[in-house]
């Protein structure tokens, strides 16, 4: 972006000539917004009017976009004051207002907003008066208004003329959808008065045409549309409305070729006063705007002086993608047709035979698709598309289990079975897990006959019919996967579908063992992970090995599930035996759909057409590293770098936000201390990254699960407590090969990395299944090492002691040391001379000054806590209160 964020604004690029094309967020979710910027929107418009979301999610939403470079304006449902000012609290860049039907109420609308930015300025000054510093200027936002589509084209022009209105946008097809309701036998002058033209061809009459009377209503029918041939019927005496509605209309051949040629010029009149918009707005220096449509490509309505284009919404990304892709895959191509797994049935009708696992086990097949954003309206609707199953990944995914129940409802709503994948066999959660009405759970990463035990023995202890429950009985479950039929509840803990994932070359040599376990209903395989675990030039080998463990499984009589193996299609495995196919996820189809929609309305980066439009740039500024360099590419360029942090605790985005905004450069997200929840997570993330900073997460102990999730959110760094130079090899692993369990022996992770690190593997040949979110999480999964800040808390005597052998592990970035739980002054000398020009130095020190720290060669120093800041500003203020 040129200059700073002012200069910058959606309002100031618009009048340069600068074009966006844009997109509506109906679904209130932070990670779809963030996809779908990072898909090539400039700009994200948030439904408040459509869609269910409320100025909390839209804060989310604004953060969550301009985080990625995209501009965001708010769609009112009203224009209030309230409604205006709550809105400009969440950070919108501009406001509109739908279904405006005459230009006095969008000059209201937009003298409304400039009396509600005065305002806010003087509330605004009011908060600097004990402040040496000036207070800042009010940046008006971009005042837009749509057209009411029911109104005449004309009202755009009078919109255009409206003193304090920036843009004016226009829906043709809905204006057409509206103008092809009024039925053209009916009235002509009432129709013309809709069309921008002074006049319409007269109705031809012939002499020796019939008449007959039919009644015209005052409502027409959602299924009448421009028609040449007139209703039949005849006014009802009863209705006096009809009766005097009632008129004779010609209806012989010459009338009905007659209304036709009408409405071709009605059309032709209408677009030609739609392309002479941009024209006129120019005259008058204001912007006009508009959807996309199939009689103009989005290229040439920005060459003609559209200046945003609204493509599509999120929803309908998503549904369109979920149903283009469900299609691919269930294409017959194959010498016989597939049977697919019937829809969940309503809880009171289901039987025995309706459960995954049973229709699964009469040879029917299911197609699968993981769900990562968390979503119940987004999951609903990919459901809808025409997947048998979905899969909720609790394993990378960044759900929860309180998140997880609003899932399982849409799934059913739609008719489709629900599965989860599990962090661990860890038996208080799949007790909890199992009170949601999942049909099935898959175990992650089993490499021995033995977890499969310790799995199947762990369910059948957690399952909610067992009598370990206790006193809560059937009462505590919140959705019964089961009906109340008797001879349900007989088999319920056998229609649960229980499968395992094996994603490594040590799980895929015991293959054989694995499904000789009694209980397993399933083996799943993860080939993207296999395909990870293998050295390379190996993969071609591991990828045949597969195909011997899948005709094990088969032998044995056990179900065989699994992602989409790479070079084979779907049909292909389906033949070979597999009963479930887990082909794409929803951030996938999301995605491919927005940036497949985005390059079709762009022109390419090379012809003639390149360079005459110039796009809107983001507003967001990097407060440190700059050129999309991560926190440890700038750390590590420069031994002068230095970066100021602080701890967030709170667990909030509004308090990470505000502290970012006043200058630290890195938030640390503080699950050691702070709330766990790595779904709240996301908003933190996107608060800090809208205001330029870097954030890092802080895990609370050496936990192989919430490790593998939090790589998944979008941190640029993990700080990690070790107490031993294990410790630092383990945390190396995991962060390094976040696919695969941690190995018994020091010296085999050694000559692992040696051999062939994560960074350095290539994966061109079978791209992930599961991708990250945000473009600086797919550059993690690119150059991992050279994006990703490893960090190794010191905080015990234990860790201290052994500090020269933990500056010596590869692929550690930095040690942060941790004063606060105890460490000696001597000991902190100590860890700081090992660590001096060998590694990245930072840490948290209470009672010594950032400065100070920055001289003796600290890089990242840990200041305060949005925490502590709160209470010392509360004493501050309590302070200052009259005795």
């Keep these: 972006a040129e200059g700073s964020s002012a200069s910058c604004s959606l309002a100031k690029q618009l009048r340069r000539g600068w074009k966006a094309v844009a997109c509506v967020a109906q679904l209130s979710n932070a990670i779809i917004t963030e996809l779908i910027a990072q898909a090539g929107f400039e700009l994200i418009i948030v439904d408040h009017e459509n869609g269910p979301g409320d100025f909390d999610s839209a804060a989310n939403l604004v953060r969550s976009a301009v985080g990625a470079g995209a501009h965001v304006m708010l769609r009112l449902p009203s224009g209030d004051a309230t409604q205006v000012d709550r809105a400009l609290d969440a950070g919108a860049e501009g406001l509109l207002l739908g279904d405006v039907a005459t230009a006095a109420e969008a000059e209201a609308f937009g003298q409304l907003v400039q009396q509600v930015v005065l305002t806010r300025a003087k509330t605004t000054c009011s908060e600097w008066l004990s402040s040496p510093r000036e207070p800042p200027e009010p940046s008006a936002p971009l005042v837009a208004v749509e057209m009411d589509v029911t109104q005449p084209l004309t009202l755009a022009e009078e919109l255009l003329a409206a003193e304090h209105v920036d843009l004016v946008f226009v829906d043709p097809e809905r204006c057409l959808e509206a103008l092809a309701l009024l039925r053209p036998e009916s009235s002509l002058d009432q129709t013309s008065s809709r069309l921008p033209v002074a006049t319409l061809p007269a109705d031809p009459t012939d002499g020796e045409a019939d008449t007959k009377t039919v009644e015209e209503p005052t409502e027409p029918s959602l299924t009448q549309t421009w028609s040449p041939s007139a209703p039949s019927g005849s006014p009802d005496p009863q209705n006096p409305r009809a009766a005097k509605g009632a008129r004779k209309v010609p209806s012989g051949p010459t009338q009905r070729l007659a209304n036709t040629m009408q409405v071709a010029e009605a059309m032709d009149a209408f677009w030609n006063c739609f392309e002479a918009l941009p024209a006129k707005a120019a005259e008058k220096q204001k912007l006009v705007g508009c959807t996309a449509h199939a009689r103009t490509s989005t290229y040439d309505l920005f060459m003609r002086g559209h200046s945003v284009v609204t493509l599509c919404a999120d ?76 899969v909720l990944d609790h394993e990378e995914g960044p759900g929860n289990l309180s998140n997880a129940i609003g899932l399982v409802h849409a799934a059913a709503s739609a008719g489709t079975h629900t599965l989860l994948r599990v962090p661990s066999h860890d038996f208080p959660y799949l007790r909890r897990a199992l009170q ?209 942090a602080v701890m967030s605790r709170l667990g909030s985005a509004l308090a990470a936000e505000l502290v970012a905004e006043k200058g630290f450069e890195v938030v640390i997200l503080d699950h050691a201390k702070g709330a766990e929840d790595l779904l709240g997570a996301m908003a933190v993330i996107h608060a800090t990254v809208r205001c330029g900073a870097h954030a890092l997460l802080r895990l609370p102990a050496f936990s192989l699960g919430h490790l593998r999730r939090a790589l998944h959110v979008g941190v640029e760094g993990v700080i990690f407590p070790v107490h031993s130079l294990e410790d630092a090899h383990a945390m190396v692993e995991l962060c390094l090969y976040p696919s695969r369990n941690l190995p018994e022996e020091t010296k085999l992770v050694e000559a692992r990395m040696k051999n062939q690190p994560f960074r350095r593997m290539d994966f061109s040949f079978a791209p992930s299944l599961v991708e990250f979110w945000g473009q600086r999480v797919a550059e993690f999964s690119r150059r991992q090492a050279e994006s990703l800040l490893i960090a190794a808390q010191v905080d015990s005597s234990g860790a201290a002691a052994c500090i020269e052998d933990i500056v010596k592990v590869e692929g550690l970035d930095m040690i942060f040391i941790d004063a606060s739980n105890g460490l000696a002054a001597n000991e902190v000398e100590a860890i700081q001379k090992a660590v001096k020009g060998k590694k990245l130095l930072g840490g948290l020190l209470p009672g010594r000054k950032a400065e100070e720290l920055f001289r003796g060669g600290y890089q990242l120093v840990c200041a305060a806590s949005d925490h502590g800041l709160l209470a010392e500003g509360a004493k501050a203020c309590i302070a200052e209160r009259p005795k």
């Design 315 to 390: 929803l309908v990304l998503l549904r369109e993608g979920g149903q283009r892709h469900v299609s691919e895959m269930k294409m017959d191509r194959g010498p016989e047709s597939r049977h697919w797994a019937t829809p969940l049935e309503s809880q009171r009708a289901r039987l025995a035979s309706s459960a995954l696992v049973s229709q699964l086990r009469r040879h029917k097949k299911a197609l699968g698709a993981f769900l990562h954003l968390g979503d119940a309206l987004a999951a609903e609707t990919l459901c809808l598309a025409g997947f048998e199953a979905v």
């Design 436 to 644: 949601l009405g999942l049909e099935g759970l898959i175990l992650p990463m089993a490499e021995s006959a033995a977890q499969v035990e310790d799995f199947i023995a762990a369910v059948r202890k957690s399952y909610p019919s067992s009598s370990l429950r206790g006193a809560g009985g059937h009462a505590s479950v919140v959705r019964s996967v089961a009906p109340t039929a008797a001879q349900f509840l007989r088999k319920r803990e056998e229609l649960l579908l229980k499968a395992v994932q094996v994603e490594s070359e040590i799980g895929l040599a015991h293959v054989r063992d694995m499904v000789k376990v009694e209980g397993l209903d399933m083996i799943f395989f993860a080939p993207v992970e296999l395909a990870a675990s293998a050295p390379r030039g190996q993969e071609a080998g591991l990828l045949l090995a597969l195909q011997t463990a899948e005709a094990e499984v088969k032998r044995a009589k056990k179900l065989l599930g699994g992602m989409l193996v790479p070079g084979r299609s779907v049909e292909t495995m389906f033949a070979a035996g597999y009963d479930l196919v887990c082909t794409t996820s929803d951030v996938i189809l999301l995605r491919a759909t927005a940036e497949n929609i985005v390059r079709e309305a762009k022109p390419f980066a090379t012809g003639p057409t390149a360079g005459q439009l110039q796009w809107i740039s983001s507003a967001r500024e990097a407060k440190f590293a700059k050129d999309e360099e991560t926190l440890v590419m700038r750390l590590k360029k420069s031994p002068q770098a230095r970066a100021l």
